[in-house]
């Protein structure tokens, strides 16, 4: 589990961050929306440890995140940015095992976790296949892939901190990776994910967050944050609200 409380960060004598206090609970995902520069891949940033906070800082089972060794805090915490690359030619299984580094849960297991997180992302196919031959998509499902190793089993709410991880995908593995993620957090895990599309978030999350200019404009679960008002406020849109005619989220649809 992650939590931070009035996490705040300067850059050069600007606020970006103000006053930010989210729990991450054990199976559930919490949806970060907002529209560019409000602040989403800033808070994810914070959270893992990258940027250093003016004020506040992010505790992970109770303790400080930086109380925690590399080693230890890797089999708590996996994180996928908005973009990742590699420059080697390594095959798509050796990637996803990368994931598993930090455990001492042995071979056997760690090829049974590999294999099901390679399922999981839609991606087994692509196994014994050089990254570099890959196209973007195929790229952002490994890693996610190897993200779900690193953690997989959510025992004890191992977080899993995603920015935009649906940004390169058809909408076919769009809702794939969003599956996984559900997976993962129903297992037990604690997830926090950047999204910018509003349906795909009012499916796959318990809880939203709305940023506007570094702020929380508001928060609760989808129904509370994905108002007709709420959305014009902040993105400036004119949208319909209804309930889904299967599972009766909201569905959002632009005026």
């Known amino acids: 589990m992650m939590q931070v409380d009035a996490l705040s960060i300067h850059r050069n004598g600007t606020c970006v961050l103000s006053d930010i206090s989210l729990t991450l609970q054990p199976r559930q995902v919490l949806g970060v929306l907002g529209p560019n520069g409000a602040g989403k891949s800033t808070l994810l940033g914070a959270l893992c440890g990258e940027l250093k906070a003016t004020h506040g800082q992010p505790w992970l089972d109770g303790q400080p995140l930086s109380s925690w060794s590399a080693q230890a805090r890797a089999t708590r915490l996996a994180v996928l940015p908005q973009s990742s690359s590699l420059s080697f030619g390594f095959d798509v299984r050796e990637i996803v095992a990368m994931g598993r580094l930090p455990h001492g849960s042995g071979r056997d297991r760690d090829a049974e976790i590999v294999q099901a997180a390679l399922e999981a992302a839609d991606a087994s196919h692509l196994q014994g296949r050089s990254y570099l031959a890959l196209s973007g998509g195929e790229r952002q499902r490994v890693h996610l892939a190897r993200v779900l190793a690193q953690v997989w089993s959510g025992e004890g709410g191992q977080t899993l901190l995603l920015d935009e991880p649906t940004s390169m995908l058809d909408p076919l593995h769009q809702h794939?990776?969003?599956?996984?993620?559900?997976?993962?957090?129903?297992?037990?895990?604690?997830?926090?994910?950047?999204?910018?599309?509003?349906?795909?978030?009012?499916?796959?999350?318990?809880?939203?967050?709305?940023?506007?200019?570094?702020?929380?404009?508001?928060?609760?679960?989808?129904?509370?944050?994905?108002?007709?008002?709420?959305?014009?406020?902040?993105?400036?849109?004119?949208?319909?609200?209804?309930?889904?005619?299967?599972?009766?989220?909201?569905?959002?649809?632009?005026?």
Request: proline share 6%; with cysteine; charged share 20%.
């Open 176 to 255: 794939t990776l969003l599956q996984a993620v559900r997976g993962f957090a129903d297992r037990g895990g604690a997830v926090m994910v950047i999204l910018h599309d509003l349906n795909l978030a009012a499916r796959y999350c318990d809880r939203l967050m709305l940023l506007q200019a570094g702020r929380i404009y508001v928060s609760g679960t989808p129904d509370d944050v994905l108002t007709p008002d709420a959305l014009q406020a902040v993105f400036g849109l004119e949208v319909l609200v209804r309930p889904h005619p299967e599972r009766g989220y909201p569905l959002i649809i632009a005026r």
